[in-house]
């Protein structure tokens, strides 16, 4: 049973396996993503039921672009997809719609739905959703580093003011619009037991919790138990 008063506040999921479940059906590779779109929408709205306060998904890596030309595409069309069909969802549940990523490297259309869907949901005071696209972890740490660089090198900060806490704030879990605390939990999919490179800096404590099933098939029950075993460990950050 979960237990209401254990929940963690931020939930990160690695959604993998959407290839596998459409190779399984003899699908092509996208309908993998469409079907894995789909189950992303009821996390969404069972983490919002759930009272979750941040939900972090990784939807597009920095090594994705690898992937066909065809792949690549689909995924930003279904992106566009979602944002578009989904936007009135988002704004009447509350839903803060945030962007972990360089997202300007992504198709004019896929920018323009996500903009549009960033303001209309601005304000909004539940759940958070952010979403990872183009992102890196290592990347994420570099373009902080470059930051806080070039901070000291004009003399607005001393080398020694290079603290965790300064780090925190460049990183996009820390910007002033989307400042999201480290997650406690961290689910991926597919019995694959890596991080592949999703929130390296923010991790440091998490839970990880790996499903042994599909992306696709990830349901709202496999998601609760995945909090309960969760909830079932015992977190020691380092002590006793
Ligand atoms: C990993 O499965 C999944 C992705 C790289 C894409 C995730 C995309 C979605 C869930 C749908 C689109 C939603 C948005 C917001 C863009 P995989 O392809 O690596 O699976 P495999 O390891 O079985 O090949």
Redesign the pocket.
């Known amino acids: 049973m979960l237990n209401k008063d254990r929940m963690p506040i931020h939930v990160a999921v690695i959604?993998?396996?959407?290839?596998?479940w459409a190779k399984k059906k003899n699908l092509p590779?996208l309908a993998?993503?469409n079907a894995?779109?789909k189950a992303?929408k009821k996390i969404v709205d069972h983490s919002d039921k759930l009272g979750i306060k941040y939900l972090t998904v990784y939807?597009?890596s920095t090594e994705?672009w690898k992937r066909s030309i065809v792949e690549v595409s689909g995924?930003f069309k279904?992106?566009v997809t979602?944002v578009n069909s989904d936007l009135h969802g988002l704004v009447d549940n509350n839903v803060r719609v945030k962007v972990f990523g360089d997202y300007s490297q992504l198709p004019k259309d896929a920018v323009k739905s996500l903009e549009e869907t960033l303001e209309a949901t601005r304000d909004n005071t539940g759940l958070q959703f952010n979403?990872a696209l183009n992102y890196g972890g290592r990347d994420e740490i570099k373009k902080a580093v470059v930051k806080l660089a070039e901070k000291v090198r004009t003399g607005e900060l001393e080398p020694d003011e290079i603290t965790e806490e300064a780090i925190d704030r460049e990183l996009y879990s820390g910007a002033a619009d989307c400042r999201t605390p480290d997650p406690e939990l961290i689910i991926r999919t597919?019995g694959e037991l890596r991080l592949s490179n999703f929130l390296l800096w923010q991790s440091a404590y998490s839970e990880l919790v790996f499903p042994d099933v599909l992306?696709p098939d990830f349901t709202p029950g496999e998601y609760e138990k995945a909090i309960e075993d969760y909830q079932s460990r015992e977190r020691r950050f380092g002590g006793r």
């Open positions: 959604m993998d396996g959407n290839g596998r590779r993998g993503h894995g779109m992303m939807a597009f994705n995924i279904l992106l979602y979403i597919s992306w």
